[in-house]
């Protein structure tokens, strides 16, 4: 009986033996796919493919950007002029002069108390007519 356990734990001994002896390891290297992250460029064509076929969202109308409308001539216009007048109205606010804009959407109405050295700036929304107020503290104009 003693020499069947012993027979049993060489054979066990031998074949671990020989696992271990086959038994190879090389470095695990990380090779990206993506080319924008160092990977073959000549998948880009392929990941793209890829990503188009799962694609579900389709663009509104026949081409890309068919639901974009450009702004016209006159919305660049006026979108320029409202910001020049206030560019100006701010710059006026250094030399001492308060004013008012009013704009299509804004209310812009600056206050200035040269005595407390405060300056208020409140601006109107005209559709909701909520009122959001700016004030700065230390005020003095030049």
Do not use: K
Not at 20 to 44: C, H, K, M, R
Not at 70 to 97: C, K, V, W
Request: charged share 10%; with cysteine; aromatic share 8%.
């Amino acid at each position: 009986m003693r020499w069947q356990w012993s027979a049993r734990f060489a054979a066990l001994g031998l074949a671990c033996s020989g696992l271990l002896a086959s038994v190879q390891a090389s470095e695990l290297v990380y090779t990206p796919i993506n080319p924008s992250f160092g990977g073959n460029p000549l998948n880009g064509g392929w990941l793209l493919g890829n990503a188009q076929a799962q694609n579900d969202h389709s663009a509104p109308g026949s081409g890309l950007g068919a639901g974009y409308t450009g702004t016209t001539a006159l919305e660049r216009f006026t979108s320029q002029l409202e910001s020049r007048l206030l560019s100006q109205l701010m710059t006026n606010i250094e030399s001492g002069q308060t004013g008012t804009l009013t704009t299509s959407a804004f209310i812009i109405e600056i206050q200035d108390n040269a005595n407390s050295g405060i300056l208020s700036i409140l601006v109107t929304d005209r559709v909701t007519g909520e009122v959001s107020e700016i004030v700065l503290s230390g005020w003095t104009p030049n």
